[in-house]
């Protein structure tokens, strides 16, 4: 029964690598986002998407793309992985748009580690 | 912009302190204000929110007021436990930007 679930939990990869990172959210909610957390744990968004249609695209390198297939779901694909992309990378969701003051929903999080 | 700006940590207090998180706000417009906490190896989780001048949110003992005079909305809790350790993140909302969350406080509350 959890409500924003991410998979994996972990993700070790070698530099130059192409890799993906699921999510899912069961709690009927409009508005799904990806976020990364670096290692001193300061949180910036990434994405977000509102009913499958892309709003917030957080001047993020285009190596990163991400994909909702529908509301329920927000994949996020990364290509030619940098050391600089390891973190700690949250799915989050809510009810209403991101800019509205409905709280957010988070999954547990993919640790992305590049070699 | 909209920021948040909340105390550094870490914050180190034996079980039963007394528990303040400061946090600051500037936002155009009348923000909501949100306290998030994170347990270790976990995602965000809501601990309390306020949508208002005045208003106070409340839950396990936390309890933050929105004060508009001085944009703060400090956290406090009466009496820690161990089990209170974590990050807590201030944010806020605005209508005109996605919310906007401060740097994070690490609490460690020992026996």
């Known amino acids: 029964d959890t409500a924003v679930s991410q998979t994996p939990k972990y993700l070790v990869t070698q530099m130059g690598n192409d890799k993906s990172i699921k999510c899912e959210q069961n709690l009927g909610h409009d508005t799904m986002y990806w976020y990364k957390q670096d290692s001193k744990k300061f949180l910036k968004i990434m994405f977000s998407?509102?009913?499958?249609?892309?709003?917030i695209n957080e001047t993020v390198p285009n190596r990163f793309s991400p994909k909702s297939p529908d509301k329920a779901h927000l994949n996020l694909h990364i290509n030619s992985l940098e050391l600089g992309d390891s973190a700690v990378y949250f799915c989050?969701?809510?009810?209403?748009?991101?800019?509205?003051?409905?709280?957010?929903?988070f999954g547990d999080g993919t640790r992305l580690s590049i070699l | 912009g909209d920021s948040v700006t909340q105390m550094e940590g870490p914050v180190t207090l034996s079980e039963e302190a007394f528990l303040t998180i400061n946090c600051t706000y500037t936002?155009?417009?009348?923000?909501?204000l949100f306290w998030y906490v994170q347990y270790p190896g976990e995602g965000l989780q809501l601990l309390l929110k306020a949508t208002k001048a005045d208003d106070k949110g409340s839950n396990k003992g936390f309890e933050a007021t929105y004060r508009k005079e001085t944009t703060s909305f400090h956290l406090e809790k009466g009496s820690v436990q161990v089990s209170d350790s974590a990050v807590y993140f201030c944010?806020?909302?605005?209508?005109?930007?996605?919310?906007?969350f401060g740097k994070g406080t690490r609490l460690s509350v020992i026996a």
């Open positions: 998407y509102n009913n499958k249609e892309l709003i």
């Open positions: 944010a806020l909302s605005s209508g005109n930007t996605p919310l906007v």
């Open positions: 936002a155009t417009g009348y923000p909501s």
């Open positions: 989050a969701s809510s009810q209403g748009g991101p800019y509205s003051n409905q709280p957010q929903h």
